[in-house]
């Protein structure tokens, strides 16, 4: 198919990390829809080389309400004189603007909700600033025709809310990973020790990593890599440098994609440890799972539903069942010792091929074809 439509599609965030944007963005280029992403810059923004338009704005405001309402006031006169054919929003902190946009101009807009926003934790103990989210999403939702989330939890918790059951595009990479060009050595991996990996572009509170590295203190012949920023990381670090954890942890800061792949190619498992403290993180579905799964590593997560209906359904990793340290180290442990690695190596082969970038996009690429 080709197509001269101009799609203007926005982010909160810098544009450098969002896998599902720019695979979002890659899928419609190839479409031949013209696509342009915005988003904004940082200071430490890395630099972007992307096929398709990218425009960074420069904001007063890089948090709170301030940086919200300026960004949103920034992206509606950003459209509002450039030609657009298609609109695309990506999370409740896009959509005001964009909806504006497509009332005024009588443009389609799609809608792609990357969580349960009202749900996250960030937000929880605020009840003005969520009570705010909460009124522009009961106010813009139910008008939306095209609508779209990452996964069937959060889109059946949307079908109760509004008797709306969102599309589902889960967060899974593309086909095709850069292949691995270093060793464990030049990537400073020790190579008498199974190696952990943690991804995560929010390595927050509830995420489970300060009971991991505690896990990995009672451990022997175990190491971690950490890979992502967070609000605990620095605490993380502290905690590592003690004598219990030293020589057992790697923390690398926010990486390229390709960059942390390199790592996660070299690792033994991946771990994904979000607790269920809030309906956001109980029906989460983080995009490292299918980094690991591409990586053809196993797969070692908490109680999160939508994480064990896919190990449970390929056979590809193990359940820990609390945030306990022991019980992490025990499940690790136990995993490792009693798991036939050539037999599970079969079965991330056979999941990767099934769950595939190509064929998730499909509902949202017969969705543009349809638009007028």
Known sequence: MTSSKKVYISVTNDLTTDQRVHKMCSSLSLEGFEVHLVGRKLKNSLPLDRTYATHRMHLLFNKGALFYASYNIRLFFFLLFRKVDVIHANDLDTLLA???????????????????????????????????????????????QHIFTVNDSIAALYEKEYQIKPKVIRNIPLQQIAPLEFT????????????????????????GAEELLEAIALLKDYFLVIIGSGDVIETLIARASKEDLK??????????????????????????????????????????????????????????????????????????????????????????????????????????????????????????????
């Open 98 to 144: 964009n909806y504006l946009i497509s009332k005024i101009k009588r443009k389609p807009i799609i809608y792609d909700s990357h969580e349960y926003f009202t749900g996250v934790p960030e937000i929880q103990n605020r009840k003005f600033v969520k009570s705010v989210w909460t009124k522009i999403e009961k106010w813009i939702f139910p008008k939306l």
């Open 184 to 207: 464990k050595e030049q990537l400073g991996l020790p190579t008498d020790k199974k190696i952990l990996i943690l991804q995560g572009a929010g390595i927050n509170i509830d995420r």
């Open 247 to 372: 020589d057992k942890t790697l923390f690398k800061g926010k990486l390229p994609y390709e960059e942390m792949m390199q790592y996660t190619q070299l690792a033994d498992a991946g771990l994904t440890l979000d607790k269920a403290t809030n309906t956001n993180y109980k029906y989460s579905l983080p995009n490292k799972v299918f980094d690991y799964i591409r990586a053809n590593i196993p797969v070692i997560s908490s109680e999160i539903i939508e994480i064990e209906n896919i190990i449970k359904k390929y056979e590809i990793g193990a359940i820990i069942p609390s945030h306990i340290p022991l019980e992490i180290a025990e499940t690790i442990e136990y995993f490792f010792k009693n798991t036939d690695f050539i037999e599970i190596k079969k079965k991330l082969v056979y999941a990767s091929e099934q769950l595939s970038w190509e064929n998730e996009v499909y509902s949202m690429l017969e969705t543009y074809r349809s638009l007028n």
